[in-house]
């Protein structure tokens, strides 16, 4: 029987995903105003502006990302209403892909509140499904296609995704990827003090990424500079967000300060989270963490002009031109790792 000249039909490799974000998916309705206290009392106060925008910590450094050219997917969860249709409709608007957002039947959609005057803001969040969301939730096809993994909003999320997240975090790393992680703030002021869940989950991450409040209060120190050790015993990266001041990277026995000039800021609502992105980005391009963080605040600096968490999300072209004029140095061992200013 002669040999048979037939192929076997070619298989074709996964598509790898530059970033896979895990976390939160909701709208921010957004007040901007010198003057956005509400006055109890039956009493109506005229504001300047008001906007539904995207909100959730993880969608907007999801689409800041995809600005910036990195191939994303989303994993969340809605309700099945028109809040969540807003969101997806954002998503793919913005080129996120939502395959793994869980649409759920009985649970509205998580809605935010932002109150923003200035520099400062106030914030009602209504968690709905975003609380809903599992590590069952999170496709283990997914995490095998992507290089780096961002868990965003981890206290949102402490009792539904906090009992499986290590497991989460450690299937992505053996896939290949790099896992960073989030907590942001913690609404029940207890900072993971209850329970091990999110001991579990600092231990396996490779970056952590609080602001200087969460920072702070995470370490369980009474400042920044006894913070930054205590968050690095574990041997993970460390990158805090210093607002207006820049960022604060310890790697080992290493730390940078990193600043990129201001800028004018109109709202800054999720700026950290387009710090995140910008971060993220730099590393995935192989930059040393420094120069990483400079995008990242290149990235948060430029996202602050416009309303809204994505309002003025960057391109990669203008992030890498801001993030060209940073000043990067290195605080003496003397030198407290937060002045003021």
């Keep these: 029987m002669p040999e048979s000249t037939l192929s076997p039909p070619e298989v074709s490799a996964p598509e790898v995903i530059d970033l896979v974000v895990v976390g939160d998916c909701n709208p921010d309705v957004l007040v901007l105003g010198d003057d956005v206290t509400p006055t109890f009392g039956q009493q109506e106060k005229l504001v300047p502006s008001m906007s539904l925008v995207v909100g959730g910590s993880a969608s907007i450094t999801a689409v800041a990302a995809a600005r910036l050219g990195l191939s994303v997917a989303l994993v969340a969860a809605v309700g099945d209403d028109p809040a969540g249709q807003f969101m997806l409709d954002q998503m793919a608007r913005e080129g996120v892909g939502a395959d793994a957002v869980a649409v759920r039947g009985d649970t509205p959609t998580g809605m935010t509140v932002a109150l923003s005057s200035g520099g400062d803001r106030a914030i009602l969040t209504a968690l709905g499904a975003v609380g809903s969301l599992t590590a069952a939730d999170i496709p283990a096809a997914l995490l095998g296609r992507a290089r780096h993994v961002h868990i965003s909003s981890y206290f949102l999320l402490e009792d539904s995704l906090g009992p499986g997240l290590a497991t989460v975090m450690a299937t992505a790393q053996a896939a290949g990827a790099t896992v960073s992680l989030d907590t942001n703030w913690d609404p029940s002021g207890r900072w993971g003090r209850a329970d091990d869940r999110l001991a579990a989950a600092l231990a396996r991450a490779d970056l952590l990424l609080p602001n200087e409040a969460e920072a702070v209060r995470l370490s369980g120190e009474p400042d920044l500079a006894a913070a930054v050790p205590v968050l690095t015993a574990a041997g993970c990266r460390l990158v805090v967000k ?14 940078h300060r990193v600043s990129v000039p201001p800028v004018v800021p109109v709202d800054t609502t999720g700026a950290g989270d387009c710090f995140n ?38 391109d990669l072209s203008s992030a890498l031109a801001l993030a060209g004029t940073a000043a990067v140095t290195t605080p003496s061992p003397s030198a407290p790792a937060s002045p003021s200013g």
């Design 242 to 255: 210093l607002g207006a001041r820049g960022a604060l990277c310890a790697d080992g026995t290493r730390r």
């Design 277 to 314: 992105a910008g971060l993220i980005a730099g590393l995935l391009q192989g930059l040393a963490l420094p120069e990483a963080a400079a995008l990242g605040c290149a990235a948060g600096a430029l996202s602050t002009r416009a309303p809204g968490g994505t309002g003025s999300c960057p």
